[in-house]
């Protein structure tokens, strides 16, 4: 009986230390630490930047209040501008429970028991914006989140972006090196204009996600970003993709890395015109490693954070003067038949820093087929759109396409384009810095014509707008 009350006493014990003890003593540590959990998220945070307004230590719990602002200059002008204004910086309430054992409550809604050492739920309700969050800070310094924008509508200069029910996981380690995340959102809109000019672009179940890994400022590991349907409104004007799929990934093969993107598009429509499936692939293959993370720390630093060419040459020469391989593969079903590309490139090891030196080890191959059809209709547009820029009369349909056949006849008797049925085609060679097309100098001058074609044609016959054509080629 002695035993038992001895055990029962030490249960109760051990109670009150993990229910009473620890979040007391959890709440002193989380003050000594939240600062820096700030810091590290300002610096993993492109967008935002936090400050803590206010904090007060409870018992079991404690507040904050934390104070946002924009970090891009121009996207804060934008607020600042727009009809009705958002003020910055605004405030976020955070409520911070104490470990070790917490009840948690999700965002998109559901309760359960963590063991952790601090649950961070915060909430930011405003007329244009509702979000609510909570993240859950492990023992083993991993912070998982949980994010829920119910609301969220920013009024642009000329324009608003808005979106809801968009959720957002996130696992990642305290320092940022490495996490997942996924990011949902059934329906983003940006509008721009008003009622009379206006121009919309819709995105439907848009998604976001990231497996990295950050090793010498590079982040290895895989990246997507997708959507079932985007479209495209510019007055009568409507333009519809659907399945598009952008995707990348950086994999450390040891001293060297390999990156590999992909692009994707089930089917576009503009008009009555149809045209898909889309595929690109594209590689960079055998990049130093050394070289390519000192490049990317060039890159981060604020020196060249613009990234200016003239800052950006010699970085980038270091990592190509130590070898590179690529690979391009395009596939498009354009509505005139396929489009197809297939090339190559590679550059040896050099000692030589010299770019000309670079240049004459680079070799290559690009194989590249099109219909005739469709260069005649880009050649068309392109002349049309340099009398829009240029404010002179559209020549129309018949006239465009006559100057676009010309050129590309031009490009046949120069040797420039080879016609087999109603496919065009084109090879062209790179090696010890010289560049040839079907075996000889590119000349590509035809190209030119149709613009200069049209220019002069609405100087010499300018036409009333009751004599021009109405039927206008439309975009490739």
């Known amino acids: 009986m002695k035993a038992l009350r001895y055990a029962v006493f030490l249960i109760l014990l051990l109670a009150i230390v993990l229910f009473v003890a620890v979040p007391y003593g959890m709440g002193w540590w989380i003050k000594g630490q939240y600062k820096t959990w700030v810091e590290q998220a300002n610096q993993q945070n492109p967008t935002i930047e936090l400050s803590v307004a206010d904090y007060h230590q409870g018992w079991f719990h404690s507040t904050a209040i934390l ?16 009809k009705n204004p958002v003020k910055l910086p605004f405030d976020i309430d955070v409520v911070v429970d104490h470990g070790l054992f917490v009840m948690t409550k999700s965002p998109a809604g559901g309760r359960h028991w963590v063991i952790a050492k601090a ?14 969050a909570v993240s859950v800070l492990n023992l083993a310094n991993s912070i998982v989140s949980q994010v829920m924008v119910h609301q969220l509508s920013l009024p642009l200069e000329g324009g608003t972006f808005s979106m809801k029910d968009a959720l957002i996981h996130s696992n990642a380690s305290l320092d940022g090196t490495k996490g997942v995340s996924d990011v949902t959102i ?24 990231n ?30 993709a659907s399945g598009w799929l952008l995707s990348s990934e950086v994999i450390p093969q040891g001293d060297t890395t390999d990156i590999m993107i992909h692009m994707a598009m089930k089917s576009y429509k503009e008009g009555k015109q149809t045209s898909g499936p889309l595929s690109v692939d594209f590689s960079l293959k055998q990049m130093n490693t050394q070289a390519l993370g000192d490049f990317m720390k060039d890159v981060e630093s604020s020196q060249i954070q ?54 004459t080890l680079l ?14 209709n880009t ?3 392109v002349v049309n759109q340099s009398n829009v820029d240029q404010h002179q009369p559209i020549v129309g349909r018949t006239p465009a396409t006559l100057q676009a056949k010309q050129a590309i006849q031009q490009l046949l ?34 190209l030119n014509q149709p613009a200069a074609t049209s220019e002069s044609t609405t100087q010499q016959k300018p036409s009333s707008p009751d004599k021009v054509e109405s039927s206008v080629a439309p975009s490739p």
């Open 67 to 82: 104070k946002a602002n924009i970090k891009d200059d121009t996207l804060k002008q934008q607020l600042s501008n727009s």
């Open 119 to 132: 649950v961070v739920n915060g909430e930011f309700k405003r007329d244009q914006m509702d979000i609510s």
């Open 413 to 446: 008797d120069q040797k420039m384009l080879i016609k087999k049925d109603s496919q065009l085609s084109l090879k062209a060679t790179v090696k010890s810095g010289n560049v040839l097309i079907n075996g000889q100098k590119p000349d590509f001058s035809a």
């Open 211 to 240: 497996d990295f890994t950050k090793e010498n400022a590079i982040v290895f590991g895989k990246r997507s970003v997708s959507a079932d349907k985007m479209i495209i409104k510019n007055g009568k004007q409507v333009v519809q």
């Open 306 to 359: 613009s990234l200016q060419v003239n800052h950006m040459v010699f970085p980038l020469l270091a990592v190509l003067k130590h070898g590179i391989e690529g690979h391009l593969t395009l596939s498009y079903q354009s509505p005139y038949g396929p489009l197809t590309a297939k090339g190559h490139i590679s550059m040896p090891d050099s000692k030589d820093k010299s770019i000309f030196a670079l240049v």
């Open 363 to 376: 070799k290559g191959e690009l194989d590249v087929s099109f219909p005739d059809k469709w260069l005649q």
């Open 379 to 381: 050649l068309s547009w």
């Open 186 to 209: 059934p329906t983003i809109m940006f509008e721009l204009g008003d009622a009379d000019n206006n121009m919309s672009l819709a995105l439907s179940n848009f998604t976001i996600a």
